[in-house]
T-cell receptor, first 115, second 111 residues
């Protein structure tokens, strides 16, 4: 079975541009969460979507938005990019909204560089 | 608020040495606890987990015990290998569906 897949793997954007990152969860998983990992730090929670609705949001500005589609895949959008948005963006999927028993499976991430 | 604190790295060990990476947490309620590992250039892999006090998670020779009285979840391995070189993250899952991570501990194992 395919794991969590993210695309693209790498991209470079210019300050002020917009970016869309994509994630496909493990088949059967209905929850998708997004995390930002700045170099040398632990991942920080951005959003969780479950059954196509936003179920949680971290402390990120409104420039960050996301959505989940009927097939449970998800997009993370970031507008008006800043240099500080350069990071590894990780997607995690789980069976349940709060799957503290089974845990969360992560994709390999999208490395975003803003220049 | 909920938080996780890990021992700072990098940790450098010789092959076959004993490993301990300390992790303490602050949380309300009864969170689950996890250790994730990140190899260079990759995403996070779940290493082990514990869902309630006194549970011991184990995988690939690594172990960690959920200690509610000391709010700790220290990672241990009896004999490390070069292939264990990676960054290790302690994380907690409180109510609500998100993970809260520590800052990570880099482990380097020399032959």
């Amino acid at each position: 079975d395919a794991g969590v897949t993210q695309s693209p793997t790498h991209l470079i954007k210019t300050r002020g541009q917009h970016v869309t990152l994509r994630c496909s969860p493990i088949s059967g998983h209905k929850s998708v969460s997004w995390y930002q990992q700045v170099l040398g730090q632990g991942p920080q929670f951005i959003f969780q979507y479950y059954e196509k609705e936003e179920r949680g949001r971290g402390n990120f500005p409104d420039r960050f938005s996301a959505r989940q589609f009927p097939n449970y895949s998800s997009e993370l959008n970031v507008n008006a990019l800043l240099l500080g948005d350069s990071a590894l963006y990780l997607c995690a999927s789980s069976l349940a909204k709060n799957d503290r028993v089974n845990g969360y499976t992560f994709g390999s991430g999208t490395r975003l560089t803003v220049v | 608020g909920d938080s996780v604190t890990q021992m700072e790295g990098p940790v450098t060990l010789s092959e076959e040495a004993f490993l301990t990476i300390n992790c303490t947490y602050t949380a309300t309620g009864y969170p689950s606890l996890f250790w994730y590992v990140q190899y260079p250039g990759e995403g996070l892999q779940l290493l082990l987990k514990a869902t309630k006090a006194d549970d011991k998670g184990s995988n690939k020779g690594f172990e960690a015990t959920y200690r509610k009285e000391t709010t700790s979840f220290h990672l241990e391995k009896g004999s490390v290998q070069v292939s264990d070189s990676a960054v290790y993250f302690c994380a907690l899952a409180p109510e609500g569906g998100k993970l809260i991570f520590g800052q990570g501990t880099e482990l380097s194992v020399k032959p």
